[in-house]
């Protein structure tokens, strides 16, 4: 600490942050395959809407065009858009350090290992979240507690390794409730939960799934876990949960003060608030 003289004359203190290496992160994916990983994306709307939706021979004559090449392209299941969002992650962060590494698992009625031994090899990783395949049947049941057992054992492997532990759950069930038997109490491992749900009707209840996801994570994770779900079906707001998650758990700040991505809309609104108020362009940096 180095006092620094301010405009009273008087010191003030000055402190230094000293750098430190975050531990490296071993990273266990486990992903649904329950059939309702089969379910199709919605395509977002983009440029041909705008051209339909425009006045005019020439507006119709484009958008009839986009809708048809639109409608010609083969539609994007759930589990396409959950491997496309693992590729990316697993790239994007080995990209920020080499030295994290990857396991995978697939869940059904409970876990079953598809990757067991953690490794940096992104060639490895690739081939791992290829082999992964959305099942034909509906389970009756997710069982965590065994994906629960290896993170604790893993945990511990990872702790004397002077790594951290996460495990990345990606469920896509809108009724199952996932259920656990898990008493213990030591904490040892941060879990993070992406949900991707139908939205709410008469035949599903995807508040009550969400609710025990959420018990759950509370139950196990060591450090802030983030739960992440959407019911719209859009394959970018995956991709934008899994950006969100590539933080690494000991540089977070509690969900509930996350507030990225940034809504381009409102900033837009708070520019154009000011310079109406103004008369000229204010910043809003």
């Known amino acids: 600490m180095d006092p620094t003289p301010h405009r009273g004359g008087s010191p003030s203190p000055r402190f230094t942050l000293q750098p430190s290496r975050l531990p490296p992160e071993?990273?266990?994916?486990c992903v649904d395959v329950d059939l309702e990983t089969r379910s199709e994306m919605r395509i977002a709307p983009g440029p041909a809407a705008a051209a339909a939706a425009s006045p005019g021979a020439a507006g119709a004559s484009s958008g009839a065009a986009a809708a048809s090449r639109q409608a010609a392209r083969p539609p994007v299941k759930r589990m396409d858009a959950v491997k496309q969002a693992l590729l990316l992650f697993v790239h994007s962060k080995?990209?920020?350090?080499?030295?994290?590494r990857f396991?995978?698992?697939?869940l059904g009625d409970t876990v079953s290992l598809v990757k067991k031994d953690f490794s940096s090899d992104a060639g490895s990783a690739?081939?791992?979240i290829q082999s992964l395949d959305a099942s034909e049947?509906?389970?009756?049941?997710?069982?965590?507690?065994?994906l629960f057992k290896i993170a604790y054992q893993e945990g511990k492997r990872a702790e004397l390794q002077g790594r951290l532990l996460r495990?990345?759950?990606?469920?896509c069930r809108s009724s199952t409730k996932p259920q656990h038997q898990w008493p213990i109490k030591q904490k040892n491992f941060t879990l993070d939960i992406i949900y991707l749900h139908d939205k709410p009707t008469a035949d599903n209840c995807p508040q009550k799934v969400y609710?025990?996801?959420?018990?759950?994570?509370e139950h196990v994770s060591q450090y802030e876990g983030y739960i992440l779900e959407t019911g719209q079906g859009l394959a970018r707001i995956l991709f934008r949960q899994t950006c969100i998650l590539l933080s690494h758990p000991l540089q977070r700040c509690i969900q509930d003060d996350?507030?990225?991505?940034k809504q381009l809309a409102k900033k837009n609104m708070v520019t154009e608030a000011a310079q109406n108020e103004d008369g000229m362009p204010v910043s809003t940096q």
Do not use: G, K
């Not at 071993?26 to 994916?29: E, M």
């Not at 396991?103 to 697939?106: C, E, K, L, V």
């Not at 049947?137 to 065994?146: I, N």
């Not at 495990?167 to 469920?171: M, N, P, R």
């Open 26 to 29: 071993d990273i266990l994916f």
């Open 103 to 106: 396991a995978f698992a697939s």
């Open 211 to 217: 609710d025990a996801l959420v018990d759950a994570l």
């Open 167 to 171: 495990v990345v759950l990606i469920y």
């Open 94 to 100: 080995l990209t920020m350090c080499p030295d994290h």
């Open 258 to 261: 996350l507030d990225i991505p």
């Open 126 to 128: 690739v081939e791992a």
């Open 137 to 146: 049947t509906r389970y009756a049941m997710a069982d965590l507690t065994q």
